[in-house]
């Protein structure tokens, strides 16, 4: 079956210009995180959202970035008024609940 | 809340040496326990899983973890590494309550030597 897939796989935008990133989970999962992964690093954890609760956004950096989901499915992480540390790639993950994570392939973001 | 300790950020082992990796967790209940690994430039994948049951767990390339519930911990090994094994390795817990979310650790770089 399908895994989880991401849209834009690159984006290059210019400082202080907005950003939309999509994610499409698996069918049927529950649970949908959003992480962020610097050159080198760990998996910064950004939001979580599961079923009908409210997200867990204790991860956003800033009030810049927001995510939603819409309908338990789709979801899309804006960032606004990209600064050049924002550069980064965003992965998105889902799962069942408590169960493992299937990531995506990840979108690269380079603010210019 | 949950946590995930990594102590060891990098580990360089010989090829054909084996490998343990740790990872300590922080949690009420019985967790549900994960470990995953990064090759360069590729995503993230699932190497094995602890929900319950048989303490010790096999995974995929030959590795194995085992839950140690008194020490909170869920250590990977593996008996001989190959140079492909290369890669970032991640532990994770979670658990079908606190609303199940999985929290990870930040990581372990395991080095290959030939």
């Known amino acids: 079956g399908a895994g989880v897939s991401q849209s834009p796989s690159n984006k290059v935008t210019e400082k202080g210009k907005d950003v939309e990133l999509r994610c499409d989970p698996i069918s049927g999962h529950t649970a949908l995180y959003w992480y962020r992964q610097s050159l080198g690093q760990g998996l910064e954890f950004l939001i979580y959202f599961q079923g009908n609760s409210a997200p867990d956004k204790s991860g956003l950096p800033s009030d810049r970035f927001s995510a939603e989901r819409t309908g338990g499915s789709v979801s899309t992480l804006t960032i606004q008024r990209t600064q050049q540390e924002d550069s980064a790639v965003y992965l998105c993950?889902?799962?069942?609940?408590?169960?493992?994570?299937?990531f995506g392939p990840g979108t690269r973001l380079t603010v210019l | 809340a949950q946590s995930v300790t990594q102590p060891d950020i990098h580990i360089t082992v010989s090829e054909g040496a084996s490998l343990e990796l740790r990872c300590n967790y922080s949690?009420?209940?019985?967790?549900?326990l994960f470990w995953y690994v990064q090759s360069p430039g590729q995503g993230l994948q699932l190497l094995l899983k602890?929900?319950?049951?048989?303490?010790l767990v096999q995974g995929i390339k030959g590795f194995e973890a085992e839950f140690k519930r008194s020490q909170s911990s869920f250590n990977l090994r593996k008996p001989s590494v190959h140079w492909s094994d290369a890669a970032e390795y991640f532990c994770?817990?979670?658990?079908?309550?606190?609303?199940?979310?999985?929290?990870f650790g930040d990581g372990t770089t395991l080095t290959v030597k030939p």
């Open positions: 602890y929900f319950s049951g048989d303490t």
């Open positions: 993950a889902s799962s069942s609940i408590g169960n493992e994570q299937f």
């Open positions: 949690y009420g209940a019985t967790p549900y």
């Open positions: 994770a817990v979670g658990s079908n309550t606190n609303a199940g979310k999985s929290t």
